[in-house]
């Protein structure tokens, strides 16, 4: 039996909550009550906001997971009385600080850059044609058509929301790195991890692999949860 049976996911930017629906249905069947949170991505401040009022409405103690820049959201978020785990997918871990710009500011030479088009109104999009191999290589060319069709907007203000006090200091952290990450590149992701302090995971997949490999992720969060 596990300890916590609580689990909160936090999505990234260009998505919504629907693409952990293969996380949700796994630790589902073992029991584990799962709250998704459907940030907007526009602010950090904002999306900070909409995790805390899932984590104020819980029974008792819950693992905090985020992809992407949801890991940011939760390394604000996380300080939460009821948050006990943090998990980490594929995602950013900001020291105090630190914000999605500052960590993505200075590329290694050689390392993949995400095809961002220019900001429209404040709000940033992946070029479409592009979004199949950058985001969701490991996927079918149908499914990642439907998601880069499906992106929910991401603002610009969210990419500078600097992280104020890591949670991941205070609290104890996994990481779950894709190896074939075209998005944040996985030397980037276990140097993140290693400065976390966080139990380190491997899994063959593209920034997607919350949606792709389902139950590696789900294993994760079940080691955070015991």
Known sequence: MTAIRNVV????????????????DDLARDGFRIRIVQN?????????AATRRVLDALDGPAV???HSYGGVVIS????????????YIAAFAPDKGESVNTLIADPPPGAPV????PPHDGLLYLDRDRFHNAFAADLPAQVAAFMADAQ?????????GAVTEPAWRHR??????????RMIPPPAQRA??????????????????YVSQPAAVAGLIRQAAA
């Open 76 to 87: 604000e978020a996380g300080s939460h009385p009821n948050v006990a785990a943090l998990a």
């Open 192 to 209: 993140m991890a290693e400065r976390a302090g966080a139990f380190v995971v491997e899994a063959i997949g593209s920034h997607a692999v």
């Open 40 to 48: 907007p991505t526009l602010s950090l401040e904002g999306d900070v």
């Open 9 to 24: 996911l936090v999505h990234g930017g260009f998505v919504d909550g629907s693409g952990w629906q293969g996380v949700y």
């Open 114 to 117: 995400p095809p961002i088009l």
């Open 152 to 160: 929910v907007p991401w603002g610009v203000d969210a990419l500078g």
């Open 172 to 181: 104890p952290s996994w990481y779950l790195v894709a190896t074939e990450d």
């Open 64 to 66: 905090l997971v985020g």
